[in-house]
């Protein structure tokens, strides 16, 4: 039997057998209308963390929750997760059933030291020390031979995990409250925008789980940069903001992964699928000379232009024609900090279609062309 139909059988042991038959065959229909709601509205309680007392009760919340076994929506400097006690099977596994999410996706573990990574992993190697001087805390996942103590529910029945020390101080205090690390894949269901703020998990997440901490905006914007250390050389499996210059002046030598690699069963980081990141609307990535080329190009496509938002950086058009206009400023930096929100924007204003602009083809831009084609995809 293999890991989805273990994970799925031991959820249902305690269902019914036309439930238990449900949630085998279809999980994700099931799951769908599992979550109790109050008059089809939200019933997540969303906490502020602007002032310290605020920020304290916030911890002490969420804190017991998740020692309780419950998933917590919590702010990282890269994207909102949905976080749950790594060491215990049963409140990971409620992580999958919140986000629908497909067993064989592993979740990367967040600590709040080195101490506790080591206590996560039978190997540290000299590798994985010098990553961490270099960029812990922060957007960087070292991907590492997994301990016993790291259920198999968490590795997708893989035999590594990815560790991250996360900069975000609120989640830092979180994790030292529980002293537990924190298994936190992205607080959205599977294959969606990952969120940025508070009110994207609300939107997503807010009739299925109890908590969201609002921390502010994401300040990276995209998920970390996860780097396989069970190879020679290490291995970029997803890339991040955290570019291979800045790991190459570490490491001295790095292999990018091959698709195939990538998509080698188990996986052995998130991000990997193929579709991911999507917005409801059709996503597409163009190259314009003007706004007649844009306008001819979408028109060739049979996309109302009405219905059509577009993301822009560079040649800007009017805003007359288009359902909406986004410009980010073209430094990759401030583009990966503010995509995700303006994806969920237009989803929000109901875009038919997105046009983003194609980027700069430099390093810097990386990990903004893995999510964008993603989700494109």
């Not at 038959?21 to 979550?35: E, L, R, S």
């Not at 906490?47 to 310290?52: D, G």
């Amino acid at each position: 039997m293999n890991l989805r139909d273990r994970l799925l059988v031991s959820l249902a042991t305690s269902l019914s057998p036309s439930q238990a038959a449900c949630i085998f065959h279809c999980p994700f229909a099931y799951f769908a209308g599992k979550f109790p709601t109050v008059s089809g509205k939200p019933i997540a309680e969303v906490l502020p963390t602007h002032s310290p007392a605020l920020f304290r009760a916030a911890v002490r919340r969420a804190a017991a929750l998740l020692r309780a076994g419950e998933p917590v929506a919590l702010p990282t400097e890269t994207v909102y997760g949905l976080a749950a006690n790594a060491l215990d099977a049963r409140a990971v596994a409620k992580i999958f059933e919140v986000k629908g999410r497909p067993a064989h996706n592993p979740i990367i573990v967040h600590v709040s030291s080195v101490a506790m990574a080591r206590r996560c992993v039978t190997e540290w190697p000299a590798f994985a020390d010098r990553l961490a001087r270099a960029f812990w805390p922060g957007p960087l996942t070292m991907v590492l031979p997994r301990s016993a103590a790291i259920p198999d529910v968490v590795a997708a029945g893989g035999v590594t995990v990815g560790v991250r020390w996360p900069a975000h101080p609120f989640v830092q205090a979180v994790i030292g409250a529980c002293d537990f690390p924190l298994a936190a894949p992205s607080a959205n269901l599977s294959t969606n925008i990952s969120p940025t703020n508070a009110q994207h998990v609300k939107k997503g997440l807010g009739d299925r789980i109890r908590l969201i901490v609002d921390g502010g905006p994401s300040q990276v914007g995209i998920e970390s940069t996860v780097v396989d250390l069970t190879t020679t050389p290490p291995r970029v499996l997803r890339p991040g903001v955290i570019g291979v210059e800045a790991l190459l002046a570490v490491t001295g030598e790095l292999e990018k992964a091959e698709w195939a690699t990538r998509h080698a069963q188990p996986l052995r980081s998130p991000g990997s699928l193929p579709r991911h990141y999507a917005p409801k609307a059709r996503l597409l990535i163009l190259n314009w000379p003007d706004e007649t080329g844009l306008v001819a190009q979408i028109g060739d496509l049979g996309a109302p232009l009405q219905k059509t938002h577009v993301i822009a950086h560079t040649r800007i058009p009017s805003a007359a024609d288009f359902g909406r206009v986004s410009v980010i400023p073209r430094q990759a930096e401030a583009f990966a900090r503010a995509i995700y929100a303006e994806l969920h924007r237009c989803d929000e204003e109901g875009a038919g279609w997105i046009v983003v602009e194609a980027l700069p083809d430099t390093a810097e831009w990386q990990a903004i062309h893995d999510r964008l084609h993603r989700a494109a995809a």
